[in-house]
């Protein structure tokens, strides 16, 4: 693997992850903080990762990670018209894929 293939594939895996993480954990009001369940607090545990150091890494491979928020911010819009447009077909064929993909990874 290439340095380049590296930060492509670690801006994919673990930067959009984070950056996922930490807009999450930013949306979410506080006064619905007490409602938090597992799902919340596991989805949004990398945002408590250090800010300076996190600062460094999205910076430093910047371009990677811009174009991986692209292909995320593809598929929340497609998600996002699914749910506007009420197509329940297109929201199921969304959640399989995205269950195939998450079983694909193992635990």
Known sequence: MTPEEH????????????VAAVVLAMT???QYFRFCGSGML????VAAGDPALWRQILTLNRDNVLTALEQYG??????????RDNNEDEIK???TLAKKNRDALGS
Do not use: C
Not at 7 to 18: I, K
Not at 74 to 83: C, I, S, V
């Open 7 to 18: 930060d492509q594939a670690l801006a994919m895996v673990s930067h959009l992850p984070h």
């Open 28 to 30: 979410a009001p506080e």
């Open 42 to 45: 596991d989805t949004t545990r």
């Open 74 to 83: 593809t598929n929340l819009a497609a998600l996002h018209g699914a749910l």
């Open 93 to 95: 064929r969304i959640l």
